[in-house]
């Protein structure tokens, strides 16, 4: 009886699967396993005095002045949500509605066409190219083709790690009579940003998160930036009182403390060039250059390394055997440990001695 009632988009919808595993080495969603704890005592004692009686800043006032400062924007151009996953999903009921459309790289991260679909809209997805580089051109021609009403644009690019060039942003922003997202979830990995055009394109929007390189997955924080004009949009739609008021402090804190993350960044992109260099010293093994906190690799035998893997105490994620990432993981980069396990894991699946790569 429920299903009748149920919207027909809603009906064909897949939804986002989690996997949910204790005791392991989750390498699986790109959090940020090198923190883990290192702030909890700081957060634990900026918590003290929280009146968590009381609802929490509706609009982030304090923590947008604290990104304003460091980004060079007005307070106006910027909206905090319960991870970015909100922010997207609040750009899309802002303008995408029955009929409408999006348009994507593909492969990509998958929220985006959840949302879309959700909304009433479709996604036309455009394919990566070869070595899953961006296919400026393809994108381009779709684009003027689709007329869409929303561009996602994810840079660095999960789950495959590759990068667009800026250049090829600006043009798809000039080109667009939509709006443009570029999603910088992973940006810290990378060190480029288009953060600095939603000043001159009132159509573009850049999307940041918490969860990642400042490893508070757990708050949910995320943040977006764009022209006051957009933003006046998105503010019309927005929940109130979106972030907890417990995230808030947890996001101050990161904030503050930026140094020690900053350290921790670079150690794990270290650790990222590291174990490339590892994976492609095996046979049978394609590591994808990546941008950004993990790594995609395509194996001959993908499902029995993840199994091994999973037995082993270790997730990563696994894409199944049909489609563009048919036959392959992405592995999040850990801890050194954990990165070691994985390589160790790895070569005993392939039945490759110990001594050889590690
Ligand atoms: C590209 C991209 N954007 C957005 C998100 C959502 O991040 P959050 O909602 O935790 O801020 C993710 C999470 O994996 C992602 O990979």
Redesign the pocket.
């Known amino acids: 009886m429920i299903n009748n009632l149920v919207k027909e988009n809603i009906q064909s919808l897949q939804p986002y699967e989690v996997k949910e595993c204790e005791n392991i080495a989750k390498l699986d969603?790109?959090e940020n396993n090198n923190v883990a704890y290192l702030l909890n005592q700081k957060i634990a004692k900026s918590l003290m005095g929280l009146k968590v009686n009381q609802y929490p800043d509706s609009d982030c006032c304090q923590l947008r002045k604290m990104l304003q400062k460091e980004l060079g924007l007005a307070p106006q151009q910027l909206m905090m949500?319960?991870?970015?996953?909100?922010?997207?999903s609040i750009i899309i009921n802002a303008f995408v509605g029955e009929g409408d459309k999006i348009l994507t790289h593909t492969p990509?991260?998958g929220?985006y066409k959840i949302t879309a679909q959700i909304a009433g809209g479709t996604t036309v997805e455009v394919p990566l190219g070869k070595d899953f580089s961006f296919d400026y051109y393809s994108f381009i021609k779709e684009s003027k083709k689709q007329k869409p009403k929303v561009i996602f644009l994810?840079n660095?690019?999960?789950?495959t790690g590759g990068i667009i060039p800026r250049e090829q942003i600006i043009k798809i922003v000039e080109f667009s009579d939509g709006i443009v997202v570029v999603?910088e979830?992973?940006f810290e990995f990378y060190g480029e940003s288009v953060i600095d055009l939603v000043n001159y394109y009132p159509n573009l929007i850049v999307?940041?998160?918490?969860?990642?390189a400042y490893g508070l997955?757990g708050a949910?924080?995320?943040y977006g930036a764009a022209s006051k004009e957009l933003m006046a949009v998105l503010y019309k739609i927005k929940p109130p009182y979106n972030v907890a008021s417990l995230s808030q402090i947890a996001a101050m804190v990161c904030l503050e403390n930026k140094e020690i993350l900053e350290d921790v960044i670079q150690e794990i992109v270290l650790e990222r060039e590291a174990m490339t260099k590892q994976l492609e010293s095996l046979p049978k093994v394609k590591p994808y250059k990546s941008y950004?906190n993990f790594i995609l690799c395509r194996l001959e035998n993908a499902k029995e390394v993840y199994e091994h893997f999973l037995n082993n105490k270790v997730l990563v994620r696994y894409f199944g055997e049909t489609g563009p990432l048919a036959g392959c993981i992405r592995i999040s980069i850990g801890t050194k440990e954990e990165n070691q396990l994985v390589i160790k894991l790895l070569m005993k699946a392939l039945g490759i001695a110990e001594e050889i790569a590690v």
């Open positions: 969603a790109n949500g319960c991870g970015s996953d909100q922010l997207i990509t991260f929220m994810t660095p690019n999960n789950p999603d979830a992973y999307l940041r998160t918490l969860s990642k997955a949910r924080v995320g950004g």
